[in-house]
């Protein structure tokens, strides 16, 4: 329980079954994904912002042809507004629903 | 005529009314985009490849933001083989299809 509750507090903005995907290699959020469905998620979704959109479809492919072929893919793309450093930035969002 | 004709050679591996997305900046395909609906097609298709993928997603949301509010997006992603200099790699495919 306690440890839900330091794991809730890391990811603060990851609504349960999301992975955020950023700099790592593909294969830690692959590895992720796999948990949270070994763990009996029914879905899991992928996120990620700018550059690491590409990632993201990358991280959803591997799952799909190397561990869950039956999984279905829906994808949803969308616009976020973040604070730069010389004010607001527009950026491109990436949401890959994964559903066994 | 001869000028269509020539447009077809060089856009050998595209169907029409698809936009295939690489390094040029993002403003350029989103024109590509544009220029198509304003020639009466009813879908366009942007497609890229590996780390084009988050710029064809920022196509897709800067015509859907900034110039076509109506347009529907649906989108899928891919793997294809590609014959790299060391053998055959597996590279992840995104088609964002917007209708009008």
Known sequence: MVEQEVN??????APENTIFVG???????VLAVITQFSEDAKEVH???????????????E???????????TTVN??????????????????DIKLTK
Do not use: W
Not at 8 to 13: F, H, P
Not at 23 to 29: E, G, H, S, V
Not at 81 to 86: D, F, L, N
């Open 46 to 60: 992928i996120k990620a912002r700018g550059k690491s959109i590409s990632r993201a479809v990358d991280v959803a």
């Open 23 to 29: 700099q790592k290699p593909t294969m830690a959020y």
């Open 62 to 72: 591997v799952v799909r042809r190397k561990f869950l072929q039956t999984v279905n």
């Open 77 to 94: 793309i969308s616009t976020e507004e973040i604070q730069g450093e010389r004010g607001k930035l527009n950026v491109s969002v990436i």
């Open 8 to 13: 809730q507090e890391k990811k603060q903005r």
